[in-house]
């Protein structure tokens, strides 16, 4: 099946600073990749949509210039968090599908930690 | 606007007794619906999925699911549970989009415990 890795799995950082997570399709080519954050013991929330080389588009809510994603190729996503404040700690997901598919493929999650 | 209903936020089952696990969507047309399951501080992994034909669908780990338009349900289901089975499971609703994928919108999931 197709594979989503993500990197790092566990990142700390302090207050003010920024955080890059890479979200990376190993095997397939990544059309359309989704940034999820999902707080503990809760559902996931869909962050932004984004298609290779073009801007992301953000769900209702969510800060574009705060959360701001890259898909500069087929198989690399970016999220940075910039300016990170502890309420930015959580779990973020992201998922990669390629042209046509029906189904998204989960990479294993980053956990943030914003001190 | 489409959405998920999960009603149990847990269950708990003893080994080897059936499951089931409700969902109830609602989307204003044909609806693609999934299951996933996730283990602690993991992602996601497909357990199946729903387009269309037949309505009860064969999935990964001995997972099935029936759906059910006029209920807007779309239940999981497995006959004999295993303790490896223990993990939160979510059910989500796409829409599908024209460069690939579903925007998918999770219900909040069900904590499933098993005894041993």
């Known amino acids: 099946g197709a594979v989503v890795s993500q990197h790092p799995s566990r990142v700390i950082c302090k207050s003010g600073t920024s955080v890059k997570i890479e979200c990376r399709s190993l095997?397939?080519?990544?059309?359309?990749m989704f940034w999820y954050r999902q707080f503990p013991k809760q559902s996931l929330m869909l962050m932004a949509t984004?298609?290779?080389?073009?801007?992301?588009?953000?769900e209702q809510g969510v800060e574009k210039d705060k959360f701001l994603i890259n898909h500069a190729s087929l198989t690399l996503s970016t999220l940075t968090v910039t300016s990170a404040h502890p309420e930015d700690s959580s779990f973020y997901i992201c998922?990669?599908?390629?042209?046509?598919?029906?189904?998204?493929?989960f990479g294993p999650g980053t956990r943030l930690t914003v001190t | 606007a489409q959405s998920v209903t999960q009603p149990d936020i847990h269950i708990t089952v003893s080994e080897g007794a059936s499951l089931e696990l409700r969902c109830n969507y609602s989307y204003g047309a044909t609806p693609y619906l999934f299951w996933y399951v996730q283990s602690p501080g993991q992602g996601l992994q497909l357990l199946l999925k729903y387009f269309s034909g037949d309505t009860l669908v064969q999935g990964i780990k001995g997972f099935e699911a029936e759906f059910k338009r006029s209920q807007s349900s779309f239940n999981l289901r497995k006959p004999s549970v295993h303790w490896s089975d223990a993990a939160e499971y979510f059910c989500?609703?796409?829409?599908?989009?024209?460069?690939?994928?579903?925007?998918?919108?999770f219900g909040t999931g069900t904590q499933l415990k098993v005894e041993l």
């Open positions: 998922s990669a599908t390629g042209g046509g598919w029906y189904e998204q493929y």
């Open positions: 095997d397939f080519q990544a059309t359309t």
């Open positions: 989500a609703v796409g829409a599908f989009l024209m460069g690939g994928g579903n925007k998918l919108t």
């Open positions: 984004s298609n290779e080389g073009s801007k992301a588009t953000y």
